[in-house]
């Protein structure tokens, strides 16, 4: 499996915006769904946010509902987050990963994932 790549990440004010981009080849990538997950330092990867193979249907974290967005762009194989409203909080190196297909797989499980990529950084200060 090619492991998919991140980008986007950066400094940024609290209020400001940034657009993430999760990049990967190949056909299980547009055939799956997607998510996104952060981790800060001393914690574990939480899940931010995923979207189905189709990009019909999206779930989102209570944290970032109403202020992150994600979608995707299968001719691109790109899966992306926009991130609005951004807080001090927000600051986490960002990931994205595949979903693997099983009865009993959890969106919001980073252990039912695979193909993860390095991560991008995002720093919001206030």
């Known amino acids: 499996q090619v492991p998919v790549v991140e980008s986007g990440g950066g400094a940024v004010q609290t209020g400001e915006s940034l657009r993430l981009s999760c990049a990967a080849s190949g056909r299980t990538f547009s055939s799956r769904s997607v998510g996104w997950f952060r981790r800060t330092p001393g914690k574990e990867r939480e899940f931010v946010a995923r979207i189905d193979s189709v990009g019909e249907h999206t779930q989102y974290a209570d944290a970032v509902t109403g202020r992150f967005f994600i979608s995707r762009d299968n001719a691109e194989n790109t899966v992306y987050l926009q991130m609005d409203s951004l807080k001090p909080e927000d600051t986490a190196v960002y990931f994205c990963?595949?979903?693997?297909?099983?009865?009993?797989?959890?969106?919001?499980?980073?252990?039912?994932?695979?193909?993860w990529g390095q991560g991008t950084q995002v720093t919001v200060s206030s």
């Open positions: 990963a595949v979903l693997r297909y099983g009865s009993y797989v959890s969106p919001t499980n980073p252990d039912d994932y695979f193909n």
